[in-house]
């Protein structure tokens, strides 16, 4: 099976987000954030689908925003679900409405959404999956495995002998914290 490793370098789309963003600790909630959305919208999609369409994503949650997001009302989702431009699935289009308000009340209780997941690490991906579900919407175990992967909380976003792999560990993920 292949790696996302041999699949990405020199790919337009994938290239940069493996070289740049996947993996790398995230530490910044409105990143944190946008990171969640844009797995929840991957389900039953390509990741490159995403890509694609990541600033037309910006573009409609306000540039993930998290307490205009969590203030949305039904225009706005009425906005979102008549936006081409994005993935236009009300189940999704809820969870990041629903989860910006999750993490207002994260915020309010811890600090950040950073400072929760920091609480909570480490955990076994099992448990980090049993905490997403009681805390967010649509958050099976592969959207909140490749949620925290590509934060720099659980590995195996790259393969060691991935160039990459070195930025990332003097990057300082959590997961090599141990």
Same mark, same amino acid.
């Given at each position: 099976?292949?790696?996302?490793?041999?699949?990405?370098?020199?790919?337009?789309?994938?290239?940069?987000?493996?070289?740049?963003?996947?993996?790398?600790?995230?530490?910044?909630?409105?990143?944190?954030?946008?990171?969640?959305?844009?797995?929840?919208?991957?389900?039953?999609?390509?990741?490159?689908?995403?890509?694609?369409?990541?600033?037309?994503?910006?573009?409609?949650?306000?540039?993930?925003?998290?307490?205009?997001?969590?203030?949305?009302?039904?225009?706005?989702?009425?906005?979102?679900?008549?936006?081409? #431009?994005?993935? =236009?699935?009300?189940?999704? *289009?809820? +969870?990041? !409405?629903?989860? @910006? &308000?999750?993490?207002?009340?994260? $915020?309010?209780?811890?600090?950040?959404?950073?400072?929760?997941?920091?609480?909570?690490?480490?955990?076994?991906?099992?448990?980090?999956?049993?905490?997403?579900?009681?805390?967010?919407?649509?958050?099976?175990?592969?959207?909140?495995?490749?949620?925290?992967?590509?934060?720099?909380?659980?590995? #195996?976003?790259? =393969?060691?002998?991935?160039? *990459?792999? +070195?930025? !990332?560990?003097? @990057? &300082?993920?959590?997961?090599?914290? $141990?």
């Amino acid at each position: 099976m292949s790696h996302y490793c041999d699949l990405a370098p020199g790919h337009p789309w994938h290239g940069p987000y493996h070289e740049q963003e996947y993996g790398f600790p995230v530490g910044d909630d409105r990143g944190l954030f946008e990171r969640l959305v844009l797995e929840i919208n991957q389900a039953g999609l390509s990741w490159l689908t995403v890509l694609k369409k990541r600033e037309a994503f910006r573009r409609a949650f306000d540039h993930f925003d998290i307490a205009k997001v969590a203030a949305y009302g039904d225009a706005d989702r009425q906005r979102l679900l008549g936006d081409a #431009g994005i993935i =236009r699935n009300r189940r999704k *289009v809820e +969870a990041a !409405i629903h989860n @910006a &308000g999750v993490i207002q009340v994260l $915020r309010d209780e811890h600090g950040s959404l950073a400072a929760w997941l920091d609480h909570h690490h480490p955990l076994p991906p099992a448990e980090w999956v049993r905490l997403f579900r009681r805390t967010f919407r649509f958050t099976g175990p592969e959207i909140t495995g490749e949620f925290l992967m590509s934060t720099g909380y659980l590995p #195996g976003a790259h =393969r060691d002998d991935c160039p *990459v792999q +070195a930025r !990332i560990l003097a @990057a &300082g993920p959590r997961w090599a914290e $141990r």
